[in-house]
Structures are given as C-alpha cells and as structure tokens.
C-alpha cells in the first residue's frame, strides 16, 4: 500500500483477508471504517447496469424527426420535463424526470461488450496489464462497511469480473446475494450457519481467533491466514447481527410496496437495492435483463423494458418520499449505445460513440439534461462525457479523493482515476 494510506495490522489482515471461498468477499470490512478523505454530499451508489448495451434511442434520447430506418418503431412521449421526451417504452420513469439527470453525451471508444463493461465498472479504458478495481471496490476500500453491513453489495450477483475488485485484495470484492429476490425460494447465502457446522464450535473459534492479547493472531504471517478458517472470523459479526440480518430481507417490505416496484426481477432487485442502502451499505450494483438486441429491437424492448422502467421510476419516488433520494446517487448505465441505423434484421450493433446515462439524487440536479446528440443520435454533438468523467464525478460526491494513490502489484503507483473531470454541470 502507498505510504498515505493506513496499513492495517495482521489482525486486520485476518479480518479483511481471503474471503471468497465463502463467498464473504467484504463482510469481514463491514465492521471497519477509513476516515473520509474530502466532504461527502452522497451516502450511497445504486448502480443499475443493463448489460449488453442499452439502446439510447428507443430509451432516453429517442429522435422522432429523423429517417424511420433510425427512428425505428419507438414513439417519443412528453416527459414531466417541458421540450423533453423520452422513448414510449419509458413511460413511468417519463413521469419521474423532473427528479432525474440525463447524459445523452455519454462516450468512449470500446465496441466489444467486455471491454465496454471494464469501463463503465471501473472508469478506466480497459488494460493488458493491469485490472482496475470497479467503483463499488473502491468505495469498499477507502470508506468500509458499517453497521455489520458489507461495503459493497451486487444483486443478484456480481454481472462480471470487472464489478470485483481488481488489483485491490479480494477483501474489497462484493457480496453476492447468490439468488433473485423474486424467486419465491429466494434466500442470501451465508446469513445462516451452513449446514454441518456447529454453533458451539462456531462460537469457540471466534474467541479462539480474537485471543484477548491478540499474540495468537499478531504472530500469524498474513500467508497463511487462508489457512485459519477464516469462514468463522469473518462471518461472525453479519451472522450474529440481526438488524444486519434484517437489512436482506425483503418479506419485512409491505406487500403494496413489493407489488409497486412489481414482482418481477427488475422490481424485487431493485426494492432490494433501496433496503439495503437505507440500512447502510454504501455501494449497491443491480443486473437487469440482457439488451443486445441486434435482431428485432422493437420486440425485445416491449417484452423486457416495461418491468425496468416501472421498477426505476417506483425507486426513484420510493427513495424521494423516504427523505433517501438527495444522499443517495441512482446511476442507470449500460455497456454502450447502440447503432443509429437499424440493421436488415431490425436489431442495433454496438455503437460506443454516443449514448445515455442517467443520474438521480446523491448531489446531482433534477430535472436536468446534459449534452446531446446529433440529428440521429450517432455521434456526440456537446459536451462529451467519459467513463474517467463519471468515475471522477462519483468519488468526489461520495468523498473519495480520486487522485488518491493505490499500489498495484510490482508496487505499481496508479491513481484512482486517470484524467478526467468532475461533471460540474450536473451537481446541484
């Protein structure tokens, strides 16, 4: 680690080591907290990511003056903001854009869906040397976990490597919650004691591991802390905690509110999402639904759009009436656009010249539109935004300094983030 940065002792290694054969990855940090490095305007990230590339036109940015091959068969509908429309598959989330801000100048150079996910998880182009820790790992980092709680939480699961923590220790790796909370059998893995293991012996390795003058854990090289069950250490503070327990549980919801959001994936995980930032974890990554359409664009957005936009908007209202929505920051993003022009298949190839993020809440404007693009949504006409610019924007709202200095391996120096600049113009 960089001389600015707190190194922890061997106790602590232990207890933010190797996790992931249990798939704790940073509950053993959720008790630990880092001193904030700048004044912080946001509590919490909820990183919707629709993998495969979202479709900017038939969403966010449609263009209902240009050639149909372009327009395609989507309809631009009037949204809560006077002059701005959004595709008609976004009809409940149109009555919520007076509280959101939309980037229709969204940019980088990376077609291919791997590449495309490395940047937009991570704020960085991709590398053949190194790979960057995600926005969620770094959050884990530099502020930790609070109230028994993981740092960082991906629901379902994590969509890709590129959403763990790269070069960082697999400490500041995500939770899983390991299955869909709309399926009726639904339950997160590891809030229980596994099968087989034994409370009593459970509880003797704990004090086992916390040896009250710490010799017995200070004298372990870090080397082979995998090797000292670690399971029982690190899963003791979530699995006796049962507010913590509590925070996963969506059953504890009213069943008006769960069939608000919907009942579906879109609407569970993202109820989920807002419980679990409410109870205090800092950084919360949602997959929904797969959207490289490069056939039949028209069918694939009815068929799975309607469940995202009815669950987002019922978030974003859900978080504004609890008092929740101005610290915490919603991000809706994707892997790239797609093509301005339909193909013969009426689908859309990768297109990453151009396409739509939205924001919400967490010190940003409502209300608000940012950049555009041309008469056909193809290329950027003002005010481009990049990854580094959005991965800069979010440290600095959640009061990480993002030119602080992290030790890849070799004792390789690399910011948080290279380049870039905050977004000035949508912070409110």
Not at 129 to 146: D, F, I, R, T
Not at 229 to 254: H, I, Q, T, V
Not at 331 to 343: I, K, Q, S
Request: charged fraction near 25%; hydrophobic fraction near 35%.
């Amino acid at each position: 680690m960089s001389s600015n940065l707190h190194r922890p002792s061997r106790r602590g290694l232990l207890r933010a080591g190797v996790a992931s054969t249990f798939g704790f990855g940073e509950l053993a940090r959720a008790a630990t907290r880092w001193d904030d490095a700048a004044p912080a305007r946001t509590q919490a990230v909820i990183q919707i990511f629709l993998p495969g590339g979202l479709a900017h036109q038939e969403t966010f940015d449609p263009k209902p003056y240009s050639p149909l091959a372009y327009r395609g068969d989507v309809k631009a509908i009037p949204t809560a903001l006077d002059g701005v429309r959004f595709g008609s598959y976004c009809k409940e989330t149109a009555k919520v854009a007076d509280r959101l801000c939309v980037v229709r100048s969204f940019t980088h150079g990376e077609a291919a869906h791997e590449r495309g996910v490395h940047n937009m998880m991570t704020g960085f182009r991709p590398s053949p040397a190194v790979v960057y820790p995600s926005m969620g790992s770094v959050v884990s980092h530099e502020l930790g976990g609070q109230r028994d709680l993981p740092a960082y939480v991906c629901v379902p699961r994590p969509p890709s490597v590129y959403a763990g923590p790269g070069y960082l220790s697999s400490s500041f790796a995500p939770f899983g919650l390991g299955g869909d909370p709309a399926s009726r059998s639904f339950k997160v893995r590891d809030l229980d004691l596994p099968d087989g293991v034994d409370g009593d012996r459970f509880a003797r390795r704990r004090a086992m591991l916390e040896d009250v003058n710490g010799s017995f854990l200070d004298s372990v090289d870090a080397d082979e802390v995998g090797a000292m069950g670690d399971f029982y250490e690190r899963a003791y503070a979530l699995l006796e905690s049962e507010s913590a327990k509590s925070a996963f549980r969506l059953n504890e919801e009213p069943k008006k509110l769960r069939d608000r959001y919907g009942r579906g994936g879109a609407g569970q995980r993202l109820l989920m999402a807002r419980r679990l930032v409410e109870n205090g974890v800092r950084y919360v990554t949602v997959s929904l639904g797969s959207w490289d359409m490069h056939q039949r664009i028209s069918r694939g957005m009815s068929q799975q759009f309607p469940a995202v936009d009815r669950a987002f908007a019922t978030l974003i209202a859900d978080l504004d009436d609890r008092g929740l929505l101005d610290t915490t920051l919603v991000l809706l993003t994707t892997e790239f656009g797609r093509t301005p022009r339909l193909n013969p298949t009426g689908g859309r190839d990768h297109w990453p010249r151009v396409f739509s993020v939205v924001m919400a809440g967490g010190g940003v404007k409502r209300g608000h539109v940012h950049g555009r693009s041309d008469a056909t949504a193809s290329e950027v006409e003002e005010k481009a935004v990049g990854p580094e610019d959005l991965a800069r924007t979010v440290y600095t709202l959640m009061g990480v300094d993002p030119d602080r200095t992290l030790l890849a391996g070799g004792n390789r120096p690399l910011q948080l983030v290279k380049g870039g600049r905050v977004m000035r113009e949508v912070l409110a």
